[in-house]
């Protein structure tokens, strides 16, 4: 399914925000990632 797969590449991309290493389009992803697991856990 999209999901998983968009799940995965997010979580490639938050593992530098994870560590307080945040550039424009990282910030982007993290918000991006919150939203996607706001919609999973209301599921």
Do not use: F
């Amino acid at each position: 399914m999209w999901v998983e797969e968009t799940r995965r590449k997010v979580a490639v991309g938050i593992e530098p925000a994870d560590r307080g290493q945040l550039t424009d389009g990282k910030v982007a992803i993290a918000t991006l990632r919150l939203k996607l697991l706001n919609q999973a856990s209301k599921s």
